[in-house]
């Protein structure tokens, strides 16, 4: 162990950092470099749960270069008491319905919709990536407890009073109450919106799961009509395609055959249905504000929001 730390130049860790009660204090969690100025603002923090451990935290300063990201909508926090006054115009002037066609009917309405989503609902300055994959319930009542955790248990180093630390265990014991009470709530409000929001709920179930499903050994038939066993990742990658790949047609080169007509006579003659306002409100009404927007951009969010203000507009469109 000597020579291990040997070969490093700097030790940061100087205080004991396992410690409990009237236990001697023993430095047995060390943080360890062999840059000078990498690590700054060392703090020893109170435990984890009934843990004897203190919690290291530091800062390290890292050289990276920086990535710019284009701004994406926040849709949870727009104005969307703003944006249904803004898009409450006349469409049919707005959209020329008598003279234009449906093609510039459509910039238009997009245009307008992009216009008032950009003025009301903000955007983020960066990309936080994977931020929510270990995501934990948190508020500010349980915030407030931590840093009185912290407090408590720095006001018991310095003074070894008995009393300090029977109030530091007590608010600890509360920290861990605090937080089952709010994991439990979260676990109950997936449960209530699984049908409505499943996406969540199966997030929430890869978050729990530690095991990944694999493939497992595949039974195939090789060109010769022979069945083997396929056991490693690139067999099973060929058995699959080989197998999906042997649906598909191979069509001859040259013109091909014509094909007859499946479309009888009585959809031809079928009257053409006619779509009402009512028939488009109900869709919107209908639409899962937690999806990603279509290639057009327009999130469902946006559209669910603005229902009543764009359904004249949309009726136009058809």
């Not at 020579?3 to 100087?14: K, Q």
């Amino acid at each position: 162990m000597a020579e291990f730390m040997a070969s490093f130049e700097l030790l940061y860790v100087v205080e004991p950092t396992r410690q409990r009660d009237s236990d001697t204090p023993h430095t047995l969690d060390l943080v360890l470099t062999s840059e000078d100025f990498f690590l700054s603002d060392i703090e020893h923090l109170s435990p984890l749960g009934m843990s004897d451990h203190c919690v290291l935290k530091f800062d390290c300063h890292l050289q990276i270069d920086k990535v710019h990201f284009s701004g994406k909508f926040k849709y949870n926090k727009g104005d969307y008491e703003g944006l249904q006054n803004y898009m409450n115009i006349d469409w049919d002037s707005y959209l020329d319905v008598q003279n234009g066609t449906v093609d510039d009917m459509w910039e238009k309405f997009k245009f307008a919709l992009m216009q008032g989503m950009n003025r009301f609902i903000p955007k983020g300055s960066k990309c936080r990536g994977k931020y929510k994959k270990n995501f934990q319930p948190f508020n500010k009542e349980l915030q407030q407890l931590i840093n009185t955790k912290h407090k408590l248990w720095k006001r018991w180093l310095s003074s070894r009073d008995d009393e300090i630390l029977k109030t530091y265990k007590a608010t600890r014991n509360k920290v861990k109450k605090e937080t089952k009470n709010l994991i439990i709530q979260d676990q109950h409000r997936v449960s209530l919106d699984c049908k409505r929001n499943p996406k969540r709920f199966w997030q929430f179930v890869n978050r729990k799961t530690s095991t990944k499903t694999e493939i497992g050994d595949l039974h195939w038939k090789d060109p010769d009509g022979i069945t083997t066993v396929v056991e490693s990742d690139l067999g099973k990658a060929e058995a699959l395609q080989d197998f999906f790949s042997s649906v598909y047609t191979r069509e001859p080169d040259g013109e091909l055959d014509k094909l007859p007509s499946r479309v009888s006579d009585k959809v031809i003659n079928t009257t053409t249905r006619c779509i009402t306002e009512e028939d488009i409100y109900k869709k919107l009404n209908k639409l899962k504000v937690d999806k990603s927007p279509s290639l057009n951009m327009l999130h469902p969010r946006v559209l669910y929001e603005t229902k009543d203000e764009i359904i004249s507009a949309v009726y136009n469109l058809q």
